[in-house]
C-alpha cells in the first residue's frame, strides 16, 4: 500500500541520479575500508572501535539500497549527513579552536568533509514536504 500523497515536488532527475551516485560512493569507499578492517584488522581494537566499523559497514551495506531507491532511502542520507556535520560542528571544530587538533581528528575530518556534496544533492523541498509537512502516519488502522 503506497502511503505518498501525489501532491509532492517533483523530484529532477539529475538529483536522483546523483542520488545514486552518492549512495555508490557510500557503499564502495566508506564500505571497502571500513569491511577490509572489520575482516583483517579486528584484532587488539577497542570495543568502540568494533562497534563503530560494525555500524559504518551496515551503513555501507543499507547504501546498496539507495542505488536502486534513492528516494525512499533518502533517511539513510540524512542520517549519513547530520551524523557527519555533529561531528563536525560539535567535536572537529571545538577541538580545531582549543588547540587539540591532531591526525585522528586529521584524518576523521577528511572522511567527514565530503558530506557537504550531499547538501547541493538532497532534495529539501522534497524532505520538507516528505516529512515535515505531510501528515503522520495514523497509529491504528482504519476499518
Same mark, same amino acid.
Given at each position: 500500500?503506497?502511503? +505518498?500523497?501525489?501532491? +509532492?515536488?517533483?523530484? /529532477?532527475?539529475?538529483?536522483?541520479? /546523483?542520488?545514486?551516485?552518492?549512495?555508490?560512493?557510500m557503499a564502495c569507499f566508506m564500505g571497502g575500508f571500513v569491511w577490509y578492517r572489520l575482516?583483517?584488522?579486528?584484532? #587488539?581494537? =577497542?570495543?568502540?572501535? #568494533?562497534? /563503530?566499523?560494525?555500524?559504518?559497514?551496515?551503513?555501507?551495506?543499507?547504501? +546498496?539500497? $539507495?542505488?536502486?531507491?534513492?528516494?525512499?532511502?533518502?533517511?539513510?542520507?540524512?542520517?549519513?549527513?547530520?551524523?557527519k556535520t555533529i561531528w563536525l560542528t560539535l567535536v572537529a571544530f571545538r577541538a580545531w +579552536? /582549543?588547540?587539540?587538533?591532531?591526525?585522528?581528528?586529521? $584524518?576523521?575530518?577528511?572522511?567527514?568533509?565530503?558530506?557537504?556534496?550531499?547538501?547541493?544533492?538532497? =532534495?529539501?523541498?522534497?524532505?520538507?514536504?516528505?516529512?515535515?509537512?505531510?501528515?503522520?502516519?495514523?497509529?491504528?488502522?482504519?476499518?
Amino acid at each position: 500500500m503506497n502511503t +505518498l500523497p501525489a501532491d +509532492l515536488p517533483p523530484v /529532477a532527475t539529475w538529483r536522483i541520479n /546523483a542520488m545514486r551516485l552518492l549512495f555508490l560512493l557510500m557503499a564502495c569507499f566508506m564500505g571497502g575500508f571500513v569491511w577490509y578492517r572489520l575482516l583483517f584488522e579486528v584484532t #587488539g581494537q =577497542p570495543l568502540q572501535w #568494533g562497534l /563503530a566499523k560494525s555500524m559504518l559497514a551496515a551503513l555501507a551495506l543499507m547504501s +546498496l539500497l $539507495g542505488v536502486r531507491y534513492p528516494l525512499q532511502m533518502l533517511p539513510l542520507m540524512l542520517y549519513e549527513t547530520a551524523w557527519k556535520t555533529i561531528w563536525l560542528t560539535l567535536v572537529a571544530f571545538r577541538a580545531w +579552536l /582549543a588547540g587539540n587538533w591532531n591526525l585522528e581528528f586529521q $584524518g576523521l575530518f577528511n572522511d567527514c568533509i565530503g558530506i557537504v556534496i550531499a547538501y547541493f544533492i538532497i =532534495p529539501w523541498r522534497y524532505v520538507w514536504a516528505r516529512y515535515f509537512t505531510q501528515p503522520m502516519e495514523p497509529f491504528r488502522q482504519g476499518r
